[in-house]
């Protein structure tokens, strides 16, 4: 494995492409200018990065601010110690130090927008921060911001140590780009993992392990520069300047991205070089069969930082969502490699590093008020025992009351009901399937993602929306009346709940007939 990616970069015998040479190309500009996409693998004379100069022009530099060109600003109020300012803008927030602001303008899923002035230097994981504290959000770790160009329906995760700034210093002045704030459950879960994200037929690892590798493992040889790891496999390419697509056999390495002019062959005159990620990103496709004609709806892309044109995206397909998810997760770590590790573990080892509570964390606390003094519960299994309690306390005062004016008939325990799950973050009302999956989808595919709604089928039902495997599957919740009295059952009966709070409560704790628990619901707010 090793002799074979050292050989990339030696020189082999060219030849004439014919057709597939059409896949990618195309001249930037007009003129003589003429750059295939799809070049010759790189020879030793060669600069490393003269093969891709011609396809990649621009790197982002750094912007410097001259703080000598700026006039002192004179205090108004010289009797606060400038420390003591400080203090309290570093409370709130690290990046508040900055002098040099921007306005920038952020949407949630519900298209509603915010726009806030923020330091010059800011990174995604900041914007997220700011508005979890804004919004009153719970920081479990998967907000995460969005870029999404519109007019070429494309969108990517930007990375929490991303510069906003500097994304945005790649937009064209009418591309209507946007920033969206929202939920990505599988940001890191690969991380968490591994397996399910890089099957075993995709990826082949040089190594001593003869093939048989643990999550640590395969995680390691990832994020290791002096490892090989390979995702290969077939993927759709679309050919330049036509509407056909073509499948070909795909190799992804450290060195890029290349496909096979003869069949399966790896030899490095059959390879031919496509991409690599120093100055490029790697984005999903909204709407592949739609706007691109793609044969399926599990495109991506990879498109330069600096261009925003149609021709210039090296358009891909993969037959499934797990194929898709391993070339992208693949690219991810390829471009970022260790630093991506670091935004993994970097709030956790600020919760152990800090002994006070994040400010999400400690807006709500238990406390115990059953002695003669209050007390605040540390204990989270305690905390959770308690909350139990208290909410079947709650629904035995519920039913006392509904008992003392008689017995409630089916119409009324249904109102009562109703009142119970509407407020619930996971419900969401007038929501169709197609619609539940892409909520479901933007939310990150992983093991336990739901979300109810109403049945569009049967205005009496519910639907249960739950990912797993990757895909998303459907779940009816039938009402059951029995002896005036309402319950809900996603089994037939079988087992019962008075509401709908009860049922995803008893599923988050129990898989029972469901493929598994479940773990993480879909939400959305409003900026």
Known sequence: MSAMNDSL??????????EKAAIFRGARGSGNVVGPAFIPLRSPLQPPNAAVSALFKGNRKGR?????????VPNPFPELLPSTVSLVSECLLPWTKTSATQVIKVYSEDNTSRAVEVPSDITARDIC????????????????????IPHLSIERTIEDHESVMEV?????????????FRKNYAKYEFFKKPLDFFPEHMVSISSET???????????????????PEIHGYLHAKEHGRKSW????FVLRRSGLYFSNKGTSKEPRHLQFIAEFSDSDVYTLLSAKKVYGAPTDFGFCVKASKSNSARDLKLLCADDEQTRTCW??????FKCGMQLYQNFIQPYQKQKSSPMRSISENSLVAMDFSGHKSRVIENPSEALSVAVEEGLSWRRKSCHRLSSHGSPSASQSSMSNIAIHVAQAWFHSKLSRDEAQKLITQQGLIDGVFLVRDSQSNPRTFVLSLCHTQKIKHFQIVPVEENSELFYSLDDGHTRFTDLLQLVEFYQLNRGVLPCKLKHHCARITL
């Open 129 to 148: 921060q700011l508005f979890i504290l804004k919004n009153h959000c719970i920081d479990d770790h998967s907000w995460t911001l969005f870029e999404q």
């Open 210 to 228: 003869n093939g048989i590798m643990n999550h640590s493992q395969l995680i390691q040889t990832f994020l290791s520069s002096s490892s090989c």
């Open 64 to 72: 410097e601010v001259d703080d000598t060109q700026m006039g002192p």
């Open 328 to 333: 992208v997760t693949a690219m991810r770590l």
């Open 9 to 18: 970069d030696e020189t082999h015998t060219s030849g004439s492409l014919g």
């Open 246 to 249: 073509k499948k070909f056999y």
């Open 168 to 180: 945005q210093s790649g937009w064209g002045m009418d591309s209507h780009c946007c920033l969206y």
